[in-house]
């Protein structure tokens, strides 16, 4: 059987061009199909089995790292000196999240209240609970502040009840006594006869309120109408706004429940999340690109103006009363307590403020807050979130507990809440964000250039062919020839 060579050579030319043409429609239909199955993913449902385990019950773990600010100097401070602290910790805890009472809406919204609980990891800490530190008393040194404005009599009488319940200006107590509570004679009065003064009806610690709570009734969006509002807060508590601030813009719940964003970010993305805790929206700003484990991501970061005053940035007026750029003032919503928060160590604040305060060194890599997030999906890879904890402390005539305090913004603790996307989590995102995007984007290359390198051979080969088909065959000329000479010659002899 005879091989037709140039209808080869034809075949290879047509192949080539299927694997340009595909090649090159894989390149227009890759990143479509690849988006349209990150939005099926992104969606809230339940159908969605991984993604919905990932968003009901956080499978990455998560730590809370409470540092201490020992105070060294309290004898002194009384007499008005400056005061010295030194960082003790961390002492850190596991964060156990889940989402409880889970209700969807015909709205395209989804209500829950998210349950919290803190465990204590002796191997990641430095120290153990049971270690003593002395912070400033906030029952006392708060409620003298609080009662300045009260008649002298009334300042008096409040002095001779920290006296009765043996209540000084300073607390030296264990770590897991300050976190999560201790027992208080003036606590239990006050519960008693002020009911509603404290925040906790128990023991009194600095996250006494925390354990074993949730953050409130969230209403978020599912995206399943819109994918650009997935995450996104409908409502918390019933509240579309809060009231705790002298403007609506600062009033307004803003962004997702700081957990996810919705998808397809790009640089000028903004990462806007309401903050129970802080009582508070807030906003992140793009900093950088970067990868993690082959993954991209992007670096958001706290802006300088996210806690400056109403004097170095207008919009945050309403937050005010206001002292400091770099404080938030929160007694607003934390029963009237001079408690204000801000970066650790005062980073990114006024710096007059390292002033007041001996033993604090700010630095951006150990007390900046971060988030790096995946710009397509808009899931978190790296999370660092850092607040410090502030009482303001002052003489308060009267209230002899307060002796001769000069102003001070005094920091109490600072904590990070940390974690990471790591082992199968990560493992499925490497998969699905990282290497099939590469072969998708190998294969549409490699079928172009295969394609191309096909069709450029077999037209050479075709050609080369046709030209040698047209060419005349010399051997068989030369013969010819040469016989006709030979039946000359016989002739003439």
Not at 162 to 175: A, D, I, M, Q, R
Not at 180 to 186: A, K, N, T, V
Not at 410 to 430: A, C, K, Q, V
Request: charge should be neutral; hydrophobic fraction near 40%.
């Amino acid at each position: 059987m005879t091989i037709n060579k140039s209808k080869v050579a034809v075949g290879f030319v047509v192949a080539g061009v299927l694997a340009v043409f595909f090649g090159t429609l894989l390149a227009f239909v890759g990143p479509v199909i690849i988006d349209d199955q990150i939005v099926k993913n992104t969606i809230i449902d339940p159908k969605n089995e991984l993604s919905y385990t990932m968003w009901k019950d956080i499978p990455v773990p998560f730590y809370m790292s409470v540092y201490f600010f020992n105070v060294l100097n309290p004898k002194e401070i009384l007499r008005g000196e400056k005061p010295m602290v030194e960082q003790r910790g961390p002492y850190v805890y596991r964060k156990r999240c889940q989402k409880q009472n889970i209700t969807f809406h015909p709205n395209y919204t989804v209500s829950y209240r998210e349950n919290r609980q803190y465990f204590f990891e002796p191997s990641m800490s430095k120290g153990n609970e049971s270690d003593v530190v002395t912070i400033p008393n906030m029952l006392v040194l708060g409620a003298a502040v609080m009662m300045e404005s009260l008649p002298f009599a009334v300042r008096l009488m409040i002095s001779a009840t920290f006296k009765t319940f043996n209540e000084g200006p300073f607390l030296t107590k264990t770590v897991g006594e300050l976190m999560w509570g201790y027992d208080s004679g003036l606590v239990d009065f006050l519960n008693t006869y002020v009911p509603g003064m404290l925040p906790s009806s128990g023991k009194f610690g600095l996250f006494a309120e925390f354990n074993n709570s949730n953050t409130g009734l969230f209403t978020i969006f599912t995206g399943k109408d819109d994918i650009r509002n997935v995450h996104k807060v409908d409502s918390w508590n019933g509240l579309t706004a809060l009231n705790y601030w002298r403007t609506p813009q600062c009033n307004m719940i803003n962004g997702t429940a700081g957990q996810m964003w919705p998808p397809f970010m790009t640089k000028e993305s903004t990462l806007p999340f309401y903050s129970p805790d802080a009582c508070r929206s807030m906003e992140l700003v793009y900093q950088r690109p970067g990868k993690m484990h082959g993954i991209p991501l992007y670096r958001y970061v706290a802006p300088k103006t996210l806690f400056a005053n109403g004097t170095d940035y207008a919009p945050n007026e309403g937050f005010c009363p206001c002292r400091q750029s770099g404080l938030l003032n929160v007694s607003s919503c934390r029963h009237n307590s001079p408690v204000f928060i801000s970066h650790p160590h005062f980073f990114n604040a006024d710096p007059v403020l390292l002033d007041y305060v001996q033993g604090l060194h700010p630095n951006e890599e150990e007390h900046g807050l971060f988030i790096d997030i995946h710009p397509q999906t808009g899931v978190p890879l790296n999370v660092s979130i850092r607040l410090q904890l502030n009482l303001y402390m002052k003489r308060v005539l009267g209230i002899t507990e307060t002796g001769k305090i000069s102003e001070v913004m005094m920091p109490m603790i600072w904590f990070e809440e940390s974690g990471y996307i790591d082992g199968p989590i990560l493992n499925t995102f490497h998969t699905n964000l990282v290497i099939v995007p590469a072969v998708m984007e190998y294969m549409q290359y490699g079928l172009i250039a295969l394609g191309l390198v096909t069709i450029i051979i077999a037209s050479l080969v075709y050609y080369k062919l046709k030209a040698s088909d047209k060419e005349p065959v010399k051997g068989s000329l030369r013969y010819d020839t040469q016989e006709k000479s030979m039946s000359y010659s016989e002739k003439s002899n």
